[in-house]
């Protein structure tokens, strides 16, 4: 069972298409995940918003390391943070106890344990220790450093590497300002960063070479006699041929035999000596093969994300992280601007010639359970229901119904209209219908802290006790069963709550007939399923609802920030303008689980 | 959040209520009280092992185990403070615990700190020294070894517990009025 909210990326809003398929799933998220552009007046997600690195950070020693490090050190914590080898959990630093086995004669020695050198990393987990690949170290800080100094291993990749690197480099630097010619656009071997558009424009425009550039002229120079079989190839990378500085087909040799030592190695050891593909694929370096030689590794850095809106003529920041403490600077969540919705109460509607069948079976509570039915349809029709677990499998042929409650974020009230989305014509038919009984209704604003969080002590009572029926009877005696919890600040609100209750009494009990229960910022409605009985087996009951809520445009700006209460009713009290409304409509998903 | 969730309802009388709003459990096996701060709204559930008595061994009060407001600790679950050899002596450490931070059941924690708004799922152990900073959820059945740091909006889990992913920017919220609900749904029958 889920609720999850579609992001239309950027596209313009439409309806998405319907769970039937499957390229539809990729635009749903839940609601926390999603972000919202107030310029942009738009859901935004974590596929389509723009991503920057606002900081790195180690994840074990929580340093941040500047950005211009980073790259220094390999995207790897520069400092003394190691992960084991064998369970990646990190590695503490441990001082050896020599110092007293040395000192002490025999096995009385004291229990003194003088810390000292050599440093060990100790694995506090499967209890690694670094004395197995043989590292120790000589201070307990700045391990990454020491061993930087002490390793000796990579010597010879590592100055190939870098000389190759330098060989790149150079011509990295020498070419970049170098245009090509727009017929090798073509060729995929061409970098794209090495077109000049205003070049490439001048170009066609002449129709003539526009070089200047030492580079460009000497290349075209050289291509001319064969101009017209080498044409394809004008932009292609020219690259002096790389001399290695070792011969590495010897080296191939020796890995020949280093093979046959490997495969001696490996009938000793069984499979368990092996290491494993994941440990061998997170070294950067040619390691063997065997778990024993798997070295540890410093711990990858994280960062902090700056997101942006994608659009490309808004780019307005959504999230901007604080490098220091875990707040955000900028948090633009789709959680303050879109109403929650929740899915709940399943009941599975009775038949009704069920109703007479051996009420001696019935126990108390299931008795109760009718009473509290029969209170609840007052008025209505005749219809008992059952209540259900959310997650027991739909049976075919039966006829449930839920509550669906909408949560509003606004410091505003919103009126919400509730519609299945419309379905493009060639859509496979589902084989269960969507009622909703009550599609327009409204949600009252969301409240200051205390004033919110002491409804829902008090109307907790409502909500599992009695339901609708016992409204008054909740009221009176809500003043003895809250007494208990509550302080100072809540004898203060209650009044003022109370107040507020009498005011709007009358409306509510008018609303709930209709199968509408309020409270607080919440409103609940119900949602009927009709389950066919030809669906199929272990299908999925799963649907779209189109949400659109009205609210007041002026506050488009500043949904978050607090408003007094005198405020907002003066503004209720003033005659409104059509103007001042707005509409926004976002379309969720609702899973409601499986078909037996 | 949570407009469908339950009232979670006890015994009347089992739970101890503090002028603060704490509930703690009569069946729960606290130690040392004096050396127990609880900060207020916060539930300590059935059968859980609360050390208090395991402090500092030299003179004068000590805190031992601070937890913040709206907390809970599950049934069966065991907060003990952590020590070790210190200069040839056997010293423990204080734990603290933050605001908004729920403990499932039968947890086994030595942390020496945990960050506000912070979920430790069932069957978990915190080992020795552990530090989990602020808005970090820790899967159930992991197990942090010893010293292990958790980093801000991660999520942890598997033994021995590794990063597995990070959480949304609107964790901090989620998780308070989470813990607010739950705790304004626990009530006496």
């Known amino acids: 069972m889920s609720v999850t909210y579609s992001c239309c990326h950027l596209d313009s809003p439409h309806a998405p298409l319907p769970p039937s398929y499957p390229s539809s799933s990729s635009s749903y998220h839940s609601l926390d995940k999603l972000y919202f552009c107030e310029e942009c007046d738009a859901v935004r997600c974590d596929l389509c918003s723009a991503i920057e690195i606002a900081s790195y950070f180690c994840p074990n020693c929580l340093f941040d390391v500047p950005s211009a490090n980073v790259r220094a050190d390999k995207n790897r914590c520069a400092r003394s943070c190691f992960s084991c080898p064998t369970c990646e959990s990190s590695l503490s630093i441990q001082a050896s106890d020599q110092p007293s086995t040395d000192n002490a004669v025999g096995p ?84 794209s960063r090495h077109i000049s558009h205003l070049t490439q424009m001048a170009q066609r425009a002449l129709h003539r070479d526009v070089g200047g550039l030492v580079a460009y002229s000497a290349r075209s120079k050289r291509s001319s006699p064969a101009e017209k079989g080498e044409k394809e190839k004008f932009g292609w990378d020219e690259l002096d041929e790389y001399v290695p500085k070792d011969s590495w087909r010897r080296t191939g040799l020796e890995k020949g035999l280093e093979d046959v030592d490997l495969i001696r190695d490996f009938e000793e050891s069984g499979a368990s000596g092996l290491a494993a593909l994941v440990k061998r694929w997170q070294s950067s370096w040619d390691r063997g093969s065997m778990s024993r030689e798997i070295l540890p590794q410093r711990i990858p850095l994280q960062t902090k994300l700056t997101k942006r809106c994608p659009h490309p003529n808004c780019r307005h920041l959504l999230i901007q992280p604080d490098t220091k403490t875990v707040r955000m600077k900028i948090k633009m969540v789709a959680s303050n601007y879109l109403p929650l919705v929740e899915i709940g109460r399943r009941r599975r509607r009775l038949p009704s010639n069920d109703i007479s069948e051996s009420p001696d079976q019935m126990s108390v509570q299931d008795m109760e359970k009718q009473r509290r039915e029969r209170r609840r349809t007052r008025g209505g029709n005749p219809v008992r229901e059952e209540d259900e677990l959310m997650d027991t499998p739909f049976k075919a042929g039966e006829t449930y119904s839920f509550q669906i409650a909408l949560t509003n974020p606004l410091y505003d009230p919103i009126q919400i209209r509730l ?9 496979p038919k589902t084989d269960f219908s969507v009622i909703i009984p009550t599609p327009h209704f409204t949600i009252n604003a969301l409240k200051d802290a205390w004033a919110y969080e002491e409804d829902d002590e008090s109307d907790d009572y409502l909500m599992g006790g009695s339901g609708i029926g016992g409204l008054e009877a909740g009221f009176s005696e809500e003043g003895t069963t809250t007494t208990g919890t509550g302080t100072n600040t809540g004898t203060l609100s209650r009044k003022s709550k109370l107040t507020i209750l009498s005011s709007n009494n009358n409306k509510r009990s008018k609303e709930n007939l209709n199968g509408i229960e309020k409270k607080g910022n919440i409103t609940k409605v119900g949602l009927d399923i009709q389950i066919l009985p030809e669906i199929v087996r272990k299908s999925k009951v799963e649907f779209d609802l189109e949400i659109r809520y009205t609210y007041k445009a002026d506050d488009l700006g500043t949904p978050t920030n607090d408003k007094d209460e005198n405020k907002s009713k003066d503004k209720d009290n003033s005659t409104q303008n059509k103007e001042e409304y707005k509409n926004f409509t976002f379309w969720t998903r609702v899973n409601l689980g499986h078909v037996e | 959040m949570g407009a469908f969730d339950p009232i979670i309802t006890y015994e009347k009388g089992t739970y101890i209520e503090t002028d603060t709003g704490n509930k703690v459990s009569r069946k729960a096996s606290i130690t040392g009280a004096t050396n127990i701060i609880l900060g207020g709204k916060s539930i300590i559930k059935n059968d859980t092992i609360l050390r208090g008595d395991l402090r500092r061994s030299t003179a004068g009060q000590h805190v031992v185990l601070s937890i913040g407001r709206y907390c809970l600790i599950g049934e069966n679950s065991i907060i003990r ?74 999520i942890w889990g598997g033994n021995p517990g590794k990063l597995v992913d990070t959480l949304p920017e609107t964790y901090q919220e989620t998780m308070e009025s989470k813990c607010k609900n739950y705790y304004l749904r626990f009530k006496s029958a």
Not at chain 1, 174 to 185: A, D, F, I, M, Q
Not at chain 1, 419 to 427: E, R
Request: glycine letters at 6%; a positive charge.
């Open chain 1, 108 to 191: 009385t020695a004291t229990a003194m344990t003088l810390s000292g050198p050599p440093y060990a990393l100790v694995c506090s987990g499967c209890k690694w220790s670094s004395k197995e690949v043989g590292w120790s170290f000589d201070k307990p800080t700045g391990i990454a450093l020491q061993l930087q100094k002490m390793n000796t291993q990579v010597d010879l990749v590592q100055s190939e590497f870098d000389s190759l690197k330098d060989h790149l480099e150079s011509y990295i630097t020498l070419s970049n300002p170098t245009p090509s010619s727009s017929s090798s656009s073509r060729s995929t071997r061409n970098p």
């Open chain 1, 419 to 427: 519609t299945l989305p419309h379905q493009p014509k060639k859509a």
């Open chain 2, 81 to 154: 403070p952590p020590g070790k050899l210190h200069k040839g002596s056997f010293t423990f450490y204080p734990i603290r615990i933050s605001d908004f931070v729920h403990i499932q059941s039968n947890c086994i924690i030595e942390a020496a700190s945990i960050g506000s708004c912070v979920e430790i799922g069932k069957n978990c152990i915190i080992g020795k020294f552990v530090i989990i900073k602020d808005l970090a959820i820790i899967l159930p059945d992991t197990v942090l070894p010893e010293g292990t740091i958790v980093p801000p909006m991660s």
